[in-house]
């Protein structure tokens, strides 16, 4: 159980454009997802945390105008990356817990994005 | 001063060797603690979830906290090549269930 999927695993875009990765909590429901950063051989950095039905909370720095976060059902979340740029390559990774797990957070495979 | 602190590594060990990894916290406040496995290019994947001071172990797994000293580890028995990967101590940071990470110890294990 406690599955989550990603979908792209890899994304290879041009500078300017705008796009979508998304997070499925494929055997339960995930009431908190949580969305990652992570450079070679650096350890995750959290950018966001969504609940679902609310806006998500940005970590400082982030800048929620490009990384647009969408959790409107107990079972997807959707990261935008817009107006993509090459400084924003990077291994993407979400989390997903539900409401009876409390702290026990259950990873996706990620995101590999490649802005050229 | 990191909130978690680990050991990067990289770590060597041949096989069937045991394998200590290690982290310490400042926040005396932490309860739960994690052990995260990730293999290269994929999502970490949770080995262990502690609470209390002592030891949990879990087949070849075993996990030990240390609140006096706000110092966790993991130990790995009879490593094998399969369990060369990067591994990561958490701790929730906050009723938010926001995870601190450590920065990952990477782990080869030669056959």
């Known amino acids: 159980g406690a599955v989550v999927s990603q979908h792209p695993s890899r994304v290879i875009c041009k500078s300017g454009t705008s796009v979508k990765i998304e997070c499925r909590s494929l055997?339960?429901?995930?009431?908190?997802m949580f969305w990652y950063r992570q450079f070679p051989k650096q350890s995750l950095m959290l950018m966001a945390t969504?609940?679902?039905?609310?806006?998500?909370?940005?970590e400082q720095g982030v800048e929620k105008d490009k990384f647009l976060i969408n959790h409107a059902s107990l079972t997807l979340s959707t990261l935008t990356v817009t107006s993509a740029h090459p400084e924003d390559s990077s291994f993407y990774i979400c989390?997903?817990?539900?409401?009876?797990?409390?702290?026990?957070?259950?990873f996706g495979p990620g995101t590999r994005l490649t802005v050229l | 001063q990191k909130e978690v602190e680990q050991d990067p590594g990289p770590l060597s060990v041949p096989e069937g060797a045991i394998v200590s990894l290690n982290c310490t916290y400042s926040?005396?406040?932490?309860?739960?603690f994690m052990w995260y496995r990730q293999y290269s290019r994929k999502g970490p994947e949770l080995l262990m979830y502690?609470?209390?001071?002592g030891n949990k172990e879990d087949g070849r797994f075993t996990a030990q906290v240390d609140k006096s000293s706000k110092y966790i580890s993991l130990f790995i028995r009879d490593s094998q090549p399969s369990d060369s990967a990067t591994y990561l101590c958490?701790?929730?940071?906050?009723?938010?269930?926001?995870?601190?990470f450590g920065s990952g110890t990477q782990l080869t294990v030669l056959p």
């Open positions: 989390s997903a817990s539900s409401a009876g797990s409390t702290d026990t957070q259950y």
């Open positions: 055997d339960f429901q995930a009431t908190t």
């Open positions: 969504s609940n679902e039905g609310s806006k998500a909370t940005y």
């Open positions: 926040n005396s406040a932490f309860q739960y």
């Open positions: 502690t609470y209390s001071s």
């Open positions: 958490a701790t929730p940071r906050s009723s938010a269930r926001q995870l601190t």
